[in-house]
């Protein structure tokens, strides 16, 4: 997910690819993190969990791992602005004590195209669990380490992301969490919201 920019002069590569990788998109490997069953062969891209997928690009852009992810309700483009002016009109609104929202880093390649960095860190359902499904190993792990390196507790995380869900009405299976940075948490939406 988009933590880091991609590299400047992918992009245009990527744009003027983009009906191949959207013709090849569900022959990519998934990596929708929250998708219990991956299943690598899985061939449609309309379906819930196998809209994101890993390409590599690693031969002319080492270290650089690339994600893409198909859109669905709105074009790329289109997705990436609400999403972005949700944060910004959420920054101007409110000064958070607790807690910093950030705007994802994606980039609008198709119509229906996303491309993004990949990032392992986790959503907030996967750290504090939901009424549907309980916290997962992986939320649980990176939780741990933040709490022992930043002196965190699950109450003030738990604080910080009810005034994030009120204010925004992103909830936590769409928001990342990606680390505490002078001494606030730091949130990050998903580009999965339908808006």
């Known amino acids: 997910m988009p933590v880091k920019p991609l590299p400047k002069k992918l992009i245009p590569r990527l744009i003027r690819v983009s009906h191949i990788i959207e013709r090849w998109l569900g022959k990519m490997k998934s990596v929708d993190h929250r998708t219990k069953n991956f299943l690598d062969h899985e061939t449609s891209t309309s379906e819930w969990g196998y809209r994101v997928r890993q390409m590599d690009v690693s031969r002319n852009f080492p270290g650089t791992e690339l994600v893409i992810k198909k859109t669905h309700t709105f074009p790329a483009n289109k997705k990436i602005k609400s999403v972005n ?3 910004r009109i959420h920054n101007e609104l409110y000064k958070p004590e607790n807690y910093v929202l950030l705007a994802p880093k994606a980039y609008a390649i198709g119509e229906n195209l996303l491309a993004m960095a990949k990032t392992n860190k986790p959503s907030l359902e996967e750290v504090l669990g939901s009424k549907k499904t309980p916290p997962t190993e992986r939320g649980k792990n990176f939780f741990q380490k933040m709490k022992k390196k930043h002196k965190i507790t699950e109450m003030q995380l738990r604080k910080a992301v009810r005034q ?23 949130f990050m939406p998903l580009l999965d919201l339908g808006y």
């Open 164 to 186: 994030v869900v009120d204010r925004t009405n992103i909830f936590e299976n769409n928001l990342l969490f990606l680390g505490v940075k002078n001494g606030k948490f730091v």
């Open 85 to 87: 002016n949700m944060v």
